[in-house]
């Protein structure tokens, strides 16, 4: 069977039966027009979701932050109760030995001119003075640094600081205290 087609595009066939020697191979006609797009495709099924990824390396410390501004001072507090008093101190005056001399002994401390008597009352009082004087006072010239301060032992309710080696018997003042039973 043969089929010709001619330039028109009309297609004839002829039943021929030839059995003669093939012919050359005619030269490759030109390429043809571009056929039209296609319709799209269906939307394919969701993929499987993949592994988790390894953990990140830790970034780098931040720099240091500016400091921020005082605040404002707080409220004054509350002011607190009064403590509980304190037990009396131990006054015990001792020998040299270690034996206590009374169970009486009390420290007595203040402050005047000197040569002014001082008068001891209530519990200030010592038990004798004089010569058998049961307490001693120390002192202090405030006034001059040079003073020196010696005490006449009047009685167990009166004695006088005495000021001298430089000081002014009666205008320095003077702080002392004394101590026994």
Do not use: M
């Amino acid at each position: 069977i043969t089929v010709n087609v001619d330039l028109i595009g009309t297609v004839t066939t002829a039943t021929t039966w030839n059995f003669g020697i093939a012919g050359i191979q005619g030269v490759q006609g030109n390429q043809g027009f571009q056929g039209f797009q296609g319709f799209q495709g269906f939307q394919g099924a969701q993929g499987f979701q993949g592994a988790t990824g390894a953990q990140g390396f830790q970034g780098a410390t931040g720099a240091q932050g500016f400091q921020g501004a005082q605040g404002t001072q707080g409220f004054q507090g509350a002011t607190g109760t009064q403590g509980f008093q304190g037990a009396a101190g131990d006054n015990t005056v001792y020998t040299s030995n270690g034996t206590s001399t009374s169970t009486t002994s009390h420290i007595v401390q203040g402050s005047g001119a000197g040569a002014s008597a001082v008068t001891l009352s209530g519990s200030a009082v010592f038990t004798s003075g004089g010569s058998t004087a049961t307490y001693f006072c120390s002192g202090a010239d405030t006034t001059v640094t040079t003073g020196t301060v010696k005490f006449t032992y009047t009685s167990g309710t009166s004695f006088t600081p005495v000021v001298s080696g430089g000081g002014t018997a009666t205008t320095d003042n003077v702080r002392w205290f004394c101590i026994g039973y």
